[in-house]
């Protein structure tokens, strides 16, 4: 059973940093495309960050310069590193894995994990 396990969430103040981990398990990680989703209360989930196989990456006007993605191969493992946080980055923060272009079935989420940035 493919799973995709996040950490790294928790309470920050404005303007601290955070780094998510995302693990994924029972995939070739490496044929997937990566991304960061956030989900605040009342509203619909959005792209934060994405990154290719080739380590090609793009992000969200919101968080372009204070948010980095990453990724490790060997590891199976995606990252998104966090800086100067701001109250409205106050969300669940998903892990998605994204192989479609192979098969279309091939698309998994991580269970969130809470980012909550509060004084």
């Known amino acids: 059973q493919v799973q995709l396990v996040e950490s790294g969430g928790g309470v920050v103040q404005p303007g601290g940093s955070l780094r998510l981990s995302c693990t994924a398990t029972?995939?070739?990680?490496?044929?997937?495309?990566m991304a960061w989703y956030r989900q605040a209360p009342g509203k619909q989930r959005e792209l934060v960050a994405h990154?290719?196989?080739?380590?090609?990456?793009n992000y969200s006007d919101s968080v372009k310069g204070r948010f980095i993605i990453s990724r490790d191969d060997a590891k199976n493992s995606a990252y998104l590193q966090m800086t100067y946080l701001k109250t409205e980055d106050t969300a669940v923060y998903f892990c998605?894995?994204?192989?479609?272009?192979?098969?279309?079935?091939?698309?998994?989420w991580g269970q969130g994990t809470q980012v909550t940035v509060s004084s």
């Open positions: 998605n894995a994204d192989a479609t272009h192979w098969s279309p079935h091939l698309n998994y």
């Open positions: 029972r995939i070739t990680f490496s044929r997937y495309n």
């Open positions: 990154i290719t196989r080739n380590s090609m990456t």
